[in-house]
């Protein structure tokens, strides 16, 4: 009888059957692989993520003939996506004493399991199971986990199959919703959901209020000396209140306190996935982080990159780990290492699923792609640094006067640079001050009345939307980067920091007057407190679902149609309209040709025919930034190699003319 070890991808498979066996052959079957090793009767199947997934009836395909409430009243089918694996599988199954599970282990890992598991039981329904949980594809830790298996968890699984339902409901109304009332249809609907759209919502929101920010003027005094510069501690709203006590400014000022200690500076935390793609976002996109991430991960090179976990547990050899990296970071190393005793730094959250994000096999440089080895040695530098002595500050305060005015000024310098030598990613910024003494009387060289202006808040980055997203309970560590990408690949938004194309408003505006709760994160994080409590067996699936899906209809009745449909349509015109024809008035507009090529066109044609040439490749982004000189839209261009933008469309055409 046979043993049958299902993982969750076919290079984990791989990899795991080379672990546990010594004789191992790759079988195929159609383009599909598999592996068994005949001395011990065992067969491991790498699945391609979700082999199954959930879907609609087909006679609810018809967008426009479908009532949307009947979105919300039938049951979701099972549909097989991967045949050939799922036919090894039964094939197997069939002679099978027992099965592992050997997913990766978090609920997406779990229902993945689970699913194969049914497609296991559909031909050997009393068929012994098992499962195995793992932090990292190495030897050591996969012989520990095969050596002590526990039981399938059923209701983490359940708190996944929750969420997907739940997103499918969500999203498939919605979608439609919007869709069918704004006339986008096709290939050109307009993308909504449950996590999606309140995400999306904060980026609009925050272009609002940078849009209708008003600056105000105030006023700073500064005293330059020799070598340093000392800030008055006042900042003045009147031009008259700065200018009298500006006045009152001498020649001198006289020390009145100066202090100087040492500061120690606390390590960073370990990484846990929030932390991760909030640090790689400074590199590569979070979806493109997390996707390497995962390759590394399973190529055991990194611990599983999906955890909430800043601790790490006492079982990590740490000493071990890092002596190993010397061979790749020996100077590094050696500065955890030559400490007495090596205490790691903590974070706030301590799981017990997975251990923080931790190089878990050594890799040099010229073994991974650029991308890969740029995040391999984050994760390295990072648990590094999370090992190192702390930095060292020498920071030193002074306060002077002069003629009754107040100056403070402050300075630092790194005594002892500790985990910051390791942790390159993080700049130190040293400010002068020399050593002073009270009672000093020091020789102001100029004094400076600056006028500034307040500023807008600024937009959000990858890296500080992913913070809010989690602050706001808005998705998961293993969905925010999907959201985000989301995002991007809908033209709902583009550059980093984020801007919002002019459909994002007109989506998001229109849902705030007609269908609010869409937009807002409560209703989003209440449901993820609801899979929460699935996860922990408090709560079962289908009524978290079924309340879900009232939520939903409470949301479609309280729409006044009629309203919605008219201001999408006005805002997927005014998506359109890039700015006014030169040459008539009417509005240029977005359009394709017969042959599908795209270009701006006058609204008036065929009266009138001015056009200008667009870029035929790359998604388009029409930006609310518009050219001084024609009134027109500016237009950016996203490809695989990043952002170009385009500027003026007329500006571009008459410099291409004038160059040709």
Not at 146 to 151: C, G, N
Not at 284 to 308: C, F, Q
Not at 321 to 328: C, K, N, Q
Request: glycine share 6%; hydrophobic share 35%.
């Amino acid at each position: 009888m046979s043993w049958l070890i299902i993982t969750e991808k076919d290079n984990t498979a791989r990899r795991i059957a080379s672990i546990l066996f010594r004789d191992v052959k790759t079988l195929n079957k159609g383009r599909v692989s598999y592996y068994h090793s005949p001395s011990n009767d065992a067969y491991v199947v790498g699945l391609k993520g979700h082999i199954v997934e959930l879907d609609f009836p087909k006679e609810l395909n018809d967008w426009s003939k479908t009532p949307l409430e009947k979105l919300l009243q039938v049951e979701l089918v099972k549909k097989t996506k991967e045949r050939t694996i799922s036919s090894i599988l039964k094939e197997i199954a069939k002679k099978a004493e027992r099965v592992t599970v050997a997913t990766d282990y978090d609920r997406e890992g779990e229902l993945i399991g689970v699913e194969a598991l049914e497609i296991v039981k559909s031909v050997n329904p009393n068929v012994k199971v098992d499962r195995v949980r793992y932090s990292s594809v190495t030897e050591k830790e996969i012989r520990a986990a095969f050596s002590k298996p526990v039981k399938v968890d059923f209701n983490l699984a359940n708190a996944a199959l929750a969420r997907q339902k739940i997103d499918l409901i969500w999203g498939a109304t919605l979608t439609r919703l919007i869709s069918i009332h704004s006339g986008r249809m096709g290939k050109d609907f307009l993308s909504v959901g449950r996590v999606q759209t309140p995400t999306l919502r904060l980026i609009v929101d925050r272009e609002i209020e940078i849009q209708n920010f008003k600056p105000e003027k105030y006023y700073e005094i500064f005293a330059e000396f020799e070598g340093f510069v000392a800030k008055h501690p006042k900042k003045y709203s009147s031009k008259e209140e700065a200018d009298k006590v500006f006045g009152k400014i001498g020649e001198t000022a006289e020390v009145k306190e100066f202090t100087r200690r040492s500061v120690e500076e606390s390590r960073p935390i370990p990484f846990n996935t929030t932390e991760f793609l909030r640090e790689a976002s400074k590199f590569v996109s979070p979806h493109k982080a997390m996707n390497i991430a995962e390759t590394l991960y399973m190529n055991g090179y990194i611990s599983y990159p999906r955890t909430d976990n800043t601790v790490y547990p006492s079982t990590i050899n740490l000493v071990e780990i890092v002596s190993a990296l010397s061979a790749v970071f020996p100077r590094e190393a050696e500065m955890v290492l030559s400490q007495e005793r090596i205490v790691p730094s903590r974070g706030r959250r301590e799981t017990r699923d997975h251990p923080p994000i931790y190089p878990t096999g050594i890799a040099r440089r010229g073994e991974l792609s650029k991308e890969e080895w740029t995040i391999y040695e984050l994760v390295v530098r990072r648990f590094l640094a999370t090992l190192a002595p702390k930095a060292v500050w020498d920071v030193r305060r002074a306060v002077l006067e002069s003629n009754g005015v107040k100056f403070n000024a402050s300075g630092r310098k790194l005594v002892d640079a500790g985990w910051r030598a390791i942790y390159i990613y993080s700049k130190a910024e040293e400010v002068e001050l020399p050593i002073l003494r009270r009672g000093d009387v020091l020789k102001i060289i100029k004094k400076r009345l600056e006028e500034k202006e307040t500023k807008p808040p600024g937009r959000y980055s990858a890296s500080s939307l992913i913070k809010m997203m989690e602050k706001l309970n808005l998705g998961t560590k293993s969905t925010r980067h999907e959201i985000i990408q989301k995002l991007i690949s809908r033209r709902y938004i583009h550059g980093n920091p984020f801007r919002p194309s002019e459909m994002a408003f007109s989506v998001i505006n229109v849902l705030k007057e007609s269908a609010e709760t869409i937009t807002l994160p409560d209703m989003t994080a209440k449901l993820e407190s609801e899979m929460d409590l699935i996860a922990e067996g408090k709560r079962r699936e289908p009524e978290v679902v079924d309340e879900s899906r009232k939520m939903l209809l409470q949301i479609l009745r309280a729409i006044d149609y009629g309203k919605l449909s008219k201001d999408l349509r006005e805002g997927v015109k005014k998506d359109k309209v890039v700015g006014k024809c030169p040459e008539c008035g009417g509005e240029l507009v977005v359009r394709k040709s017969k042959a599908k090529k795209r270009f701006i066109g006058c609204s008036n044609y065929p009266e009138c025919t001015f056009t200008l040439p667009l870029p035929q490749n790359g998604t388009l982004y029409v930006t609310s930034k518009t050219c001084k000189e024609h009134g027109i839209k500016e237009v950016k261009i996203r490809t695989k190699k990043g952002y170009w933008n385009l500027g003026c469309p007329y500006c571009n055409y008459l410099k291409w003319k004038d160059n040709s």
